[in-house]
């Protein structure tokens, strides 16, 4: 195991890969708070058998506590109920059900904050993923970095709407709520997260970034696929170097976990 990195054990149908290499750093950048919380199950063998293995990355919103609290909620949570998951029933329901359920929750609570979500899912199936916000989960295969969600902005209600011949492109970049999120963790509308029903079978070498905007912001996509040529540990490190040497005078709260599939 590399300085500054987890691993964990687990096969995979399908598959060679027989170990997950774990990165992660998080950093309040130019804010006086941090609101970005993440977390990951347990690493013990007999219970990643049992219950499989999860890394949940949320990004608070609203400022100041609440923010923070409700994304330390959601990863929290969503670890806890991965335990109650009922095993008959397709991983990706009862993914997009348990951010329903912690939504719900966090409405009838009154906080004045909410949070994105970003949670991975590893069972013997394969890697499942579910998201609500614009934080992101990409995949990193053969120096290649692929986005696997959709962020859940307003711009995406607009594109539906652009399709179905309701609104013009003109139109739509008028709109003053096309850069507000739609979807989210504290959403007063209906949560719709995005998942994946098909498991992602991962092959030796993979990577899986998940990022708050933070990070995605500060980089590009080609800075964020060269920091990703490094092993889990190094690559996270890799990422925080890289904003950190933007400088920006406003950069926001950031957080980077690095999941890499290897034997």
Known sequence: MRRGELAVRMRFADSEVKRIAIGCVSDRGAREYQEDSFGFSSVDKAEIE???FAAVVADGMGGL?????????????????????????????????AL?????????????????AVVILCTPEGIHWCTAGDSRVYLCRDSAL???????DYMNNLMDRIIAGDLTFDEAGEDAQKDSLAQYIGCRGTLTPDVNAKPLIPRRGDKLLLCTDGVYNALTEEELCAALSAPAGAAAEA???????KGYAHQDNFTAVVLEFTR
Not at 239 to 245: E, F, I, L
Request: charged share 20%; no cysteine; net charge positive.
């Open 50 to 52: 049992k219950y499989g």
């Open 65 to 97: 506590a609440d923010g923070g609290r409700v994304s330390a909620y959601v990863v929290s949570e969503m670890l806890a109920m991965q335990k109650r998951r009922d095993r008959n029933m397709p991983v990706h329901l009862y993914l997009s059900r």
């Open 100 to 116: 329903v359920e912690i939504n719900r929750n966090v409405q009838a609570s009154g906080v004045g904050g909410g949070s994105t």
């Open 146 to 152: 692929t986005p696997l969600n959709e962020d859940g």
């Open 239 to 245: 990422v925080k170097s890289g904003v950190a040497a």
